[in-house]
């Protein structure tokens, strides 16, 4: 496995929760690392990404509420998540790429995880 996503679940709306990606080898450092989530019948969207040297960017619909951070050492992306919405459910995918431009559209992207699941329901 090159990329493990874990600790999705169920959270009540504003409740916050932390998902982790670890990557085998060096994927971490040497790649940019971003989080995907999708919807049932909505369509992929990147929420996050970090390059190499912590530079993040973030989708508008969860500006301010997540952060996304990697430690190249442990070879670990994650996705801090606060004041969930019911809109934020979707199976959470981290992925990586060495080009931005990859990552960005989510077409011919190298690395994926498997996906984790987060229901955000009262």
């Known amino acids: 496995v090159q990329l493990q996503a874990v600790w999705g679940g169920l959270v009540q709306p504003g409740g916050s929760l932390r998902l982790s990606c670890a990557a085998s080898g060096k994927i971490a450092s040497r790649n940019f690392m971003g989080w995907y989530r999708q919807a049932p019948g909505r369509q992929r969207e990147l929420v996050a990404r970090?390059?190499?040297?912590?530079?993040?960017k973030y989708a508008e619909s969860v500006q301010d509420r997540f952060t996304i951070s990697r430690d190249n050492a442990k070879n670990t992306v994650y996705l801090q998540m606060t004041s969930l919405k019911p809109e934020d459910t979707a199976v959470y995918y981290c992925?990586?790429?060495?080009?931005?431009?990859?990552?960005?559209?989510?077409?011919?992207?190298?690395?994926w995880g498997q996906g984790t699941l987060v229901t955000v329901s009262s």
């Open positions: 992925a990586a790429d060495r080009s931005i431009a990859r990552l960005r559209v989510g077409v011919g992207v190298a690395y």
């Open positions: 970090i390059t190499s040297g912590g530079s993040e």
